[in-house]
């Protein structure tokens, strides 16, 4: 009868000595062997010796076996002898256990704790496996060891819900816990504990409701979704999910980049458990173009891959700044949602809705009657204090740089200067932005992380900061001057329909290629002096390559997307593609169609209207 049956008992992973009862049955595993018996696991923390004179039968180690409790000892030793049963029930022996937040451990040091929360990483080590633990309160380290460079309790992995036992100590003026046990929850016991942490991580990640810098309708209308995307953000942080932050390659992308660098590695030190935690959950990467490029999402990929498999992290946060707005970034997206992956933009280029299905989040002053006036770095900085408000000194100047360098002529930016005119003035701002174009130049598409912080100031060293834009601006300012020394002479005058002027500037047989000002760069420049030259007149300017050209516009109201869309329908074999602002932005096509894709380009800024 199935009633009439021993009962063996299974001691729990968070069990420990003292539920341990003298004259019952356990459901045991072979440890290892001595010449005076065996060593058998009750559970990960509990162990017991059968001395050779009862044991019955021979087994291999990590073998089931059964074995009585015939003494536990007053020092925590225990001695089994080895039952046979032919027929038996098993019973679970659990503990009920009071859990320790994470965040109450620095007064426990040298006790024993049990925590409950989830695994944001699991890294093994040529030591121990460590275990990065994430309850409703922050986030610690706990360390397993089983042998040096092997995986423990393989069956735990990222995202799982776990009951972690073990001692408090302190490694490298860091805390961690020294494992004893560690369980993997399911069910409602996993969901009870889910649940928890979820309602908390909600009301922890909450954003900083505070006014913005300056008066603006714009932001105002945006800040729903400006919130929202700094919620994800700050939830990235607290949950240990790596973020990958990409962003345009030039003076206005990298302020709106550094402000959010800023806020989310100072995040990182005063919540992370691991004092290189900003290093491997937070990066930085200029991206070529205004826009995800595939090449952007292979190595983001690859490198996040990696890190995934290497030290179990998990997969990142795609945050896309000053690009990810427009149709040219689709083909990104489709491989990313492969691996689903979460991106949140915060651009100000103008949007194609199609994007926004592949999004958790977009800004863009476009979705609330704004333009590109509003640059990526003004909400940059304005979504950083709202990760961040205690960094707020530290990055207010960066919109101010990010307007001057971005030809800005919106109504906010005479109020970002205001607000920093006593230590930069509009002069310091254009030579700021100025530098940081050029020296991005010399970096590629490396993210320069600490010459960055020294152009924008960022490093606390004043001093450092002016000997260098001082360096940086003679430098770009003499490479400037050779340029368009060299290239003004071949620009080619046009007088359209519209009654606006039109000037050819072939940036690739008239001008020095590889160096800096970059055919970009070198179109801007060319531009201003024609829109000075020229006062009062609508002026277009085309920077020409073999398979590309780029265009200025004052007083022409182009829409550069909608050209590039046109284009691409109505010449076939052009390979069309390009975009930008609606009148700054730039055109790529096959070489071969050069001259069909440039009249036709010509023919359509003709028609379009003069202000």
């Not at 003026?173 to 494992?179: P, S, T, Y």
């Not at 996040?304 to 896309?320: C, E, N, S, T, Y």
């Not at 932005?433 to 992380?449: H, S």
């Not at 002016?466 to 770009?476: F, G, P, Q």
Request: some cysteine.
């Amino acid at each position: 009868m199935a009633n009439n049956r021993e009962i063996v008992y299974k001691l729990g992973p968070g069990c420990e000595v003292e539920d341990v009862q003298e004259g019952n049955i356990y459901l045991g595993k072979v440890q290892g062997f001595a010449n005076f018996g065996t060593f058998v696991q009750l559970n990960n923390s509990i162990k017991g010796l059968i001395h050779k004179s009862n044991a019955l039968t021979q087994h291999n180690e990590r073998a089931d076996i059964l074995v009585m409790v015939v003494q536990v000892r007053p020092n925590g030793n225990i001695d089994l002898r080895e039952v046979l049963l032919e027929e038996y029930t098993t019973e679970l022996v659990s503990r009920q256990v009071k859990t320790t937040q994470l965040t109450d451990l620095k007064g426990r040091i040298g006790r024993r704790v049990t925590i409950e929360g989830e695994l944001g990483q699991v890294k093994q080590t040529s030591g121990p496996t460590i275990f990065t633990i994430i309850d409703e309160t922050g986030s610690e380290s706990a360390a397993a060891f089983i042998e040096a460079g092997v995986r423990a309790y393989p069956e735990a992995n990222t995202g799982d819900i776990v009951r972690v036992s073990g001692e408090v100590m302190k490694r490298n003026n860091q805390l961690q816990i020294e494992v004893s046990s560690l369980e993997v929850l399911k069910g409602e016991a996993a969901e009870i504990v889910k649940g928890r942490i979820e309602e908390a991580l909600s009301i922890r990640s909450e954003p900083a409701d505070n006014s913005f810098l300056v008066e603006s309708e714009v932001l105002t209308r945006l800040r729903p979704e400006m919130r929202k995307l700094a919620k994800i953000i700050r939830r990235a942080v607290f949950t240990q999910q790596p973020i990958i932050l990409r962003h345009h390659a030039d003076a206005d992308g990298i302020c709106a980049a550094s402000a959010i660098e800023t806020a989310v590695v100072s995040l990182l030190r005063e919540h992370g458990n691991d004092s290189d935690a900003e290093f491997y959950l937070f990066k930085r990467s200029p991206s070529k173009a205004p826009f995800y490029e595939i090449e952007d999402i292979t190595r983001d990929l690859d490198f996040m891959l990696k890190d995934a498999v290497r030290f179990g992290q998990k997969l990142p946060l795609i945050f896309l700044m000053d690009n990810g707005s427009t149709e040219e970034d689709m083909p990104a997206y489709k491989i990313a949602q492969v691996y689903d992956l979460d991106i949140v933009v915060a651009d100000h280029h103008h949007p194609d809705e199609i994007v926004d299905q592949f999004l958790k989040a977009h800004v863009n002053p476009y979705h609330a009657n704004g333009d590109f006036g509003l640059t990526a770095g003004m909400i940059g900085t304005e979504l950083a204090r709202m990760i961040n408000p205690d960094i707020e000194d530290r990055i207010r100047h960066l919109p101010a740089i990010a307007g001057v360098g971005d030809r800005s002529e919106s109504t906010e930016l005479p109020q970002y200067l205001a607000l920093v005119e006593e230590n930069y003035s509009v002069e310091d701002c254009k030579k700021i932005a100025l530098a940081l174009d050029y020296q991005q130049f010399w970096l590629r598409f490396n993210d320069g992380r600490e010459i960055v912080r020294d152009i924008l100031n960022l490093n606390n060293n004043p001093m450092r900061h002016k000997r260098l834009i001082s360096l940086l601006v003679e430098e770009a300012t003499a490479a400037i001057e050779e340029q368009v020394r060299t290239l003004m002479p071949h620009v080619e005058a046009r007088q359209l329909a519209s009654g606006a002027n039109l000037f050819i500037a072939d940036v690739e047989m008239y001008a020095h290629r590889f160096t800096f000002p970059p055919p970009g760069k070198t179109s801007g420049e060319i531009h201003d002096i024609l829109c000075k030259k020229h006062e009062g007149e609508p002026v277009v300017t085309l920077g020409l390559g073999p398979d590309f050209a780029v265009l200025r516009s004052r007083g022409v109201m182009m829409n550069i997307p909608r050209m590039v869309r046109e284009l691409r329908d109505e010449i076939s074999g052009g390979g069309v593609n390009g975009g930008g602002h609606l009148v700054v932005g730039s055109i790529k096509f096959v070489e071969g169609m050069r001259a069909t894709v440039i009249e036709a380009l010509i023919a359509k800024i003709s028609e379009a209207p003069v202000a």
